[in-house]
């Protein structure tokens, strides 16, 4: 579980880059499905199933560490892992695209 959930956590800060280089501030309720969902984000992931799978993502997550430990399967965290690394690579190139001075170089 920890594989998921360090990736999970890894994906939502790539998230949370997007929508604060876009200007969207999410409320601090449900901020986790409020960065997903947001509309800028959307556009990055580029596709409605990746978006989808995420969300899919934080409501296993937030089950496994809120009601039942143990729910997360070694194929479950691989697909994070997965998604994860493509995220970064889709928001790296989408930041040098469109907010490169936020990448610092």
Do not use: P
């Amino acid at each position: 579980e920890w594989r998921f959930d360090s990736a999970y956590n890894g994906a939502r800060e790539l998230a949370t880059v997007v929508r604060g280089a876009i200007g969207y501030q999410a409320e601090r309720q449900n901020e986790h499905q409020r960065t997903i969902e947001c509309r800028g984000f959307t556009v990055v992931a580029g596709k409605e199933e990746e978006v989808w799978f995420f969300n899919a993502c934080r409501m296993k997550r937030n089950t496994s560490v809120y009601e039942q430990v143990g729910g997360i399967s070694s194929q479950e965290a691989e697909d994070m892992v997965a998604f994860a690394e493509g995220l970064q690579v889709t928001v790296r190139a989408w930041l040098e695209k469109h907010h490169r001075k936020l990448l610092g170089g």
